[in-house]
């Protein structure tokens, strides 16, 4: 057993594919699908899970409103604590005020704005600190144990896994609709990996490719090297703020070894140049962190299988960054 907050929480429990299908049962019923979007200059199907349209800007709702919704009527008044440098804080503020639940997060410093700006926005209390000298998830542990509250960590977490696995399972919907058969390659953003661990129990038939920045690909080396490693020091500077993780979870990591997953990483410039291609060709908004399964491909880095998955993770970047990547 382990704690959130004073909440004794069973840690035996794993994400599982009948929990990605209730949580998208859930889900059904209160966003609608974000589009599927064909991606042009491919023979064979390349599609984009634009999750940058969710409400919030990102697919961290999903896992965000699976947690908090599964919650006890007690814990939902006691309130949520969770860490974030802005994706996931959005989602559970989200999930936090639609289900009348008090909700506080620990945001780095030097996240975007227009992530802290959203988050407040959506009534939940924000506490900054230094992401290069202090522990987000001591500060997040101590809050939660203080208050009583339950901690909502970002990918560590069995419900948050299974609720981003909807994502894919949504697309191999969208994809049966269209008379396609489900995707054999997809690529996806990863950070922590619940994004990845939760499409990878979803979609048991592909392939799994994780993207991931140049210097902070952790996962892609834990996955090659067959057992986790972190970050290595004094890793380069990013614009993926959302995938800088400096250590992923056993939890994630075993899901994804487990499926014979395999990791890539991509540069700062092959991002930017993804970010101008979803705008050209796509006519969607993607933050550097959401581009970087695109990145992957569309710099060689992955090659199309016969019917290819990206997902577009999050489009919430603050418009001059972005003014900036589009002028090149």
Same mark, same amino acid.
Not at 90 to 97: D, E, L, S, T
Not at 131 to 136: D, F
Not at 249 to 254: M, N
């Given at each position: 057993m382990f704690q959130f907050g004073d909440k004794a929480v069973d840690k035996s429990r794993r994400p599982t594919v009948e929990g990605v299908i209730k949580a998208l049962e859930k889900l059904d019923k209160i966003v609608p699908s974000t589009p599927l979007l064909p991606l042009p200059f491919f023979d064979e199907p390349l599609l984009c899970k634009a999750e940058s349209l969710q409400p919030m800007g990102a697919f961290k709702l999903r896992g965000a409103w699976h947690r908090l919704s599964d919650l006890s009527e007690a814990e939902k008044a006691a309130g949520v604590v969770a860490f974030s440098s802005g994706n996931h804080a959005?989602?559970?503020?989200?999930?936090?005020?639609r289900l009348g639940i008090a909700a506080a997060i620990v945001m780095p410093a030097d996240a975007p704005a227009a992530k802290?700006?959203?988050t407040v926005a959506l009534g939940a209390e924000v506490i900054r600190y230094d992401?290069?000298?202090?522990?987000?998830e001591a500060i997040a542990a101590a809050l939660a144990a203080e208050r009583g509250a339950v901690l909502v960590p970002s990918f560590d977490d069995p419900w948050v896994i299974e609720g981003q696995g909807t994502a894919g399972l949504d697309a191999v919907r969208q994809m049966a609709e269209r008379g396609l058969a489900a995707p054999d390659r997809i690529v996806i953003p990863c950070g922590g990996g619940g994004l990845s661990? @939760?499409?990878?129990?979803?979609? $048991? @038939?592909?392939?799994?490719v994780v993207a991931e920045p140049e210097g902070w690909d952790d996962m892609g080396r834990s996955l090659?090297?067959?057992?986790?490693?972190?970050? @290595? $020091?004094?890793?380069p500077p990013t614009a993926c703020d959302a995938l800088q993780t400096t250590r992923v979870?056993? %939890?994630?990591?075993?899901v994804l070894k487990a499926r014979g997953a395999r990791g890539v990483a991509v540069s700062e410039a092959e991002v930017a140049a993804a970010q101008r291609h979803a705008f050209r060709h796509l006519r969607v908004v993607v933050e550097p962190g959401g581009a970087v399964? %695109?990145?992957?491909?569309l710099a060689g880095k992955v090659a199309p299988g016969k019917?290819?998955?990206?997902?577009?993770?999050?489009?919430?970047?603050?418009?001059?960054?972005?003014?900036?990547? %589009?002028? @090149?």
């Open positions: 959005q989602g559970v503020a989200w999930a936090a005020r802290r700006e959203s992401r290069a000298t202090e522990s987000r661990a @939760g499409i990878a129990l979803a979609v $048991p @038939g592909a392939e799994i090659d090297l067959g057992e986790l490693v972190p970050v @290595g $020091p004094n890793p979870s056993p %939890l994630t990591f075993d399964a %695109l990145a992957a491909v019917r290819t998955l990206v997902i577009l993770s999050g489009g919430n970047v603050d418009a001059g960054d972005y003014a900036r990547v %589009l002028q @090149g």
